[in-house]
C-alpha cells in the first residue's frame, strides 16, 4: 500500500508559479514511476508529467511542456511539480499517482496508475 498526500496548491496569478509536493508512505516509494494529473470538472483527469521509477524518464503534456518541472527526492519519498508562467487554463485539482509501471517510460493512462492523492486545488486568476 502506497500513501500519497499533496500540499502546495492555491490561488496565483497568471504568470506567477507555484510548487506542488506529493509525500509518499507506506511501500518502498523508489518502486513506482510518478505523475501528476489534473481534472476540471466535467473531464476526464489529464496527463500532466510524470517521472519513470528510475527516474531516467520524464515526460510531459504538450500544454505544460517548457513551464512545468518534475522532480522526485528518493530520500524524503516526495515528488515535486515546480509550475512557472501558470494560466487560467492551468486551472484544476491537481493529482499524484504511483503507477508499478517497470517500464522504462511513462504511462499517460490514468487508468493504469496504482495509487492516487487526495488532490490539490490550483486557480489562476487573469
Known amino acids: 500500500q502506497v500513501q500519497l498526500v499533496e500540499s502546495g496548491g492555491g490561488l496565483v496569478q497568471a504568470g506567477g508559479s507555484l510548487r506542488l509536493s506529493c509525500a509518499a508512505s507506506g511501500r518502498i516509494f523508489s518502486n513506482y514511476a510518478m505523475s501528476w494529473f489534473r481534472q476540471t470538472p466535467g473531464k476526464d483527469r489529464e496527463f500532466v508529467a510524470g517521472?519513470?521509477?528510475?527516474?531516467?524518464?520524464?515526460s510531459y503534456a504538450d500544454s505544460v511542456k517548457g513551464r512545468f518541472t518534475i522532480s522526485r527526492d528518493k530520500v524524503k519519498n516526495t515528488v515535486y511539480l515546480q509550475m512557472n508562467s501558470l494560466k487560467p487554463e492551468d486551472t484544476a485539482v491537481y493529482f499524484c499517482?504511483?503507477?508499478?509501471?517497470?517500464?522504462?517510460?511513462?504511462?499517460?493512462?490514468?487508468?493504469?496508475?496504482?495509487?492516487w492523492g487526495q488532490g490539490t486545488q490550483v486557480t489562476v486568476s487573469s
Open positions: 499517482a504511483a503507477d508499478g509501471y517497470k517500464g522504462t517510460g511513462v504511462q499517460l493512462q490514468a487508468e493504469v496508475y496504482d495509487y
Open positions: 517521472i519513470s521509477w528510475s527516474g531516467g524518464r520524464i
